[in-house]
């Protein structure tokens, strides 16, 4: 080591505009580049997830089926229940989606703000 004595460590405020420089936000940009794409992107990109969620709950609900009908021998009782239930979870996971639901920890957030000891976190 050289035997010079280290200087304070950089603050808070120079991490933050050197984080800005590196996103590009320093130049006058509302956003990250590449942080939100065009609405017609967002728009298909959730048309896109809602019909992903679709088939696969039916694929899903319909392999398991037609796999513990020939394990079973119950051709096709199994298939056909595991299909509607298949469908129905497909349908409650675009319902999800389109709502927002899901996407964070927890589902929803609650009205008010609760605290685990009573109160509310306002005060």
Do not use: C, H
């Amino acid at each position: 080591m050289t035997g010079e004595k280290p200087s304070d460590p950089p603050s808070l405020d120079d991490l933050d505009a050197r984080l800005r420089r590196a996103r590009g936000e320093d130049q006058g940009e509302s956003e990250p580049k590449g942080a939100r794409g065009s609405m017609a992107t967002e728009g298909l990109g959730m048309a896109m997830r809602i019909g992903v969620e679709l088939v696969a709950g039916v694929g899903v609900g319909a392999g398991i089926g037609y796999l513990l009908d020939s394990w079973l021998g119950t051709a096709p009782w199994l298939l056909i229940l595991f299909f509607f239930l298949g469908a129905a979870g497909g349908m409650m996971n675009v319902y999800r989606a389109a709502t927002g639901e899901g996407l964070q920890v927890g589902y929803k957030r609650s009205s008010t703000n609760k605290r685990s000891d009573g109160q509310t976190g306002d005060e």
